[in-house]
């Protein structure tokens, strides 16, 4: 007997037969895996490929296995993959800030501002745990510090030109911040691109970028700094965060450093080598057109 094999799907189809999976039965499949089972009623939150071929023949469709289904699933461009968790901003003025942080940016982008987003990463000595290439049946072995220590990183990107500001401090405080605020200065206000443009640093809610200290040590650099904080609960908004992703991924995750100051090392020449290759920086934080 011939048989034809449907290469979008991959199934095998007597000649001549009607295929299980129609393209009504695909749009409904698509729509299920779209949304939660809760919101189609089920008591259960994670949708199984035994569920959703259950779901189908309830709604009329023909009996498939939990196999076809999957195969179908696949073809459609749907992948196990783990979610993260959301949170919506519960600021108040969350839209305003928003309308501003983009007039900001156009506003960069024509070389009226200098526009940089800031944020701290924690080093720690423990390294972090990311998924990588290994044999199959083998796992490998990330070995851990007998004791842990941590260092803490301030950073600053330009959303135009890429070019980043790095410190690192011993503590995660007011006096750090005010110390990278003092070199971020000077280094800026050295750079080729600086004419005296008013200087913007985005920031988070984080106590000390709006501390009684902080505020005391800004007074110096009034009319030339200002201090944009970004709605609270919203490190989507802050472009460096991927640039700290990107940064573990390449450097803190998966290897264990012989001391702290090797994985500080480390994550300072990774930092400078970016600052050699702007382009790359601003593909990795999605910095706008």
């Known amino acids: ?58 709604k009329g469709f023909e009996t498939v296995s939990a196999e076809t289904i999957r195969l179908h699933l696949h ?112 280094s800026v206000t050295q750079a080729p691109e600086y004419h005296g443009q008013k200087i913007i640093l985005v920031v988070d809610n984080f106590i000390i970028h709006r501390s009684r200290k902080t505020q005391a040590f800004l007074e110096q650099y009034k009319g030339q700094l200002e201090l944009f904080l970004l709605p609270t609960y919203s490190p989507w908004l802050n472009l460096i965060e991927r640039l700290w992703k990107h940064l573990r991924r390449k450097v803190t995750h998966n290897h264990l450093f012989a001391s702290i100051s090797d994985l500080v090392k480390a994550v300072c020449s990774f930092l400078e080598t970016l600052n050699a290759t702007p382009q790359i920086t601003l593909s990795v934080i999605g910095a706008p057109e």
């Open 1 to 58: 007997m011939k048989v034809n094999v449907c290469p979008a799907w991959r199934i095998a189809l007597v000649l001549g037969a009607l295929p299980k999976v129609t393209c009504q039965c695909e749009a409904e499949l698509k729509r299920l895996g779209s949304q939660s089972p809760r919101e189609a009623g089920y008591s259960f939150s994670t949708w199984t490929c035994a569920d959703l071929a259950r779901e189908l023949a309830k």
């Open 75 to 186: 073809a459609l461009g749907y992948r196990v993959r783990r979610p993260v968790l959301t949170i919506a901003s519960p600021d108040p003025a969350y839209k305003k800030k928003v309308k501003q942080l983009e007039t900001y940016q156009k506003q960069a982008k024509n070389g009226e501002i200098l526009l940089y987003f800031q944020d701290e990463i924690d080093l720690t000595l423990l390294p972090g745990i990311l998924r990588c290439w290994t044999l199959k049946g083998v796992q490998r072995k990330v070995p851990t510090p007998g004791v842990n220590e941590k260092r803490y990183g301030f950073g600053a990107v330009n959303s135009v030109s890429g070019q980043t500001v790095h410190r690192i401090e011993e503590r995660k405080n007011s006096a750090g911040f005010c110390a990278f605020i003092e070199q971020f200065m000077q």
